[in-house]
T-cell receptor, first 114, second 112 residues
Framework: DQQVKQNSPSLSVQEGRISILNCDYT??????FLWYKKYPAEGPTFLIS?????DKNEDGRFTVFLNKSAKHLSLHIVPSQPGDSAVYFC?????????????FGKGTKLSVIP | DTGVSQNPRHKITKRGQNVTFRCDPI?????LYWYRQTLGQGPEFLTY????????KSRLLSDRFSAERPKGSFSTLEIQRTEQGDSAMYLC??????????FGQGTRLTVV
């Protein structure tokens, strides 16, 4: 039972354009959502997070949108840069027993083409 | 360096041997997690500590895996009688109660 789903294994975007990465979740106990970026042979690097009391959080070129009714969140990167090429993971956690862990999706590999 | 530190970075072991990994979290973080990641997959939850108490453990985790966090500081993950299927990247992360989690660089285990 995959509670966090990233349905696009890969995405290619031209440099300077917008990258939109999507994530869906099924567990209603989740109330905190995070995006991580990962390069090969390294640990995930935290990018941005959002609490369920908000629907948008912005940090520089990165914006995360949360649609609670649809159980959907997305990460927007504007403008995309070649250095953004990496695997992006969506993660979620909650406050109830059994949901303290971070549950990850399978990731989306972003390629930004110069 | 005040980030999460994991040792060793790489470990090659023969099948059937025991291995132990260490994680030093960010000092003020009370929550510590162990994850395992294989190629093409997201990090898979193994176990979670709040201070020194192990509060959650994956139902998929074999009895060959054990973790400790004495005194709520560093943590160790031991795998007994390693199998080739244990080959993976083992990740440690720490966080304060309900904030972002920070990961270490991981320990790459290869069982031959």
């Amino acid at each position: 039972d995959q509670q966090v789903k990233q349905n696009s294994p890969s995405l290619s975007v031209q440099e300077g354009r917008i990258s939109i990465l999507n994530c869906d979740y099924t567990n209603s106990m989740f109330d905190y959502f995070l995006w991580y970026k990962k390069y090969p042979a390294e640990g995930p690097t935290f990018l941005i997070s959002i609490s369920s009391i908000k629907d948008k959080n912005e940090d520089g070129r990165f914006t995360v949108f949360l649609n609670k009714s649809a159980k959907h969140l997305s990460l927007h990167i504007v403008p995309s840069q070649p250095g953004d090429s990496a695997v992006y993971f969506c993660a979620a956690s909650g406050t109830g027993a059994g949901s303290y862990q971070l549950t990850f999706g399978k990731g989306t590999k972003l390629s930004v083409i110069p | 360096d005040t980030g999460v530190s994991q040792n060793p970075r790489h470990k090659i072991t023969k099948r059937g041997q025991n291995v132990t990994f260490r994680c030093d979290p960010i000092s003020e973080h009370n929550r510590l997690y162990w994850y395992r990641q294989t190629l093409g997959q997201g990090p898979e939850f193994l176990t979670y500590f709040q201070n020194e108490a192990q509060l959650e453990k994956s139902r998929l985790l074999s009895d060959r895996f054990s973790a400790e966090r004495p005194k709520g500081s560093f943590s160790t993950l031991e795998i007994q009688r390693t199998e080739q299927g244990d080959s993976a990247m083992y990740l440690c992360a720490s966080r304060l109660t309900h904030t972002e989690a920070f990961f270490g660089q991981g320990t790459r285990l290869t069982v031959v």
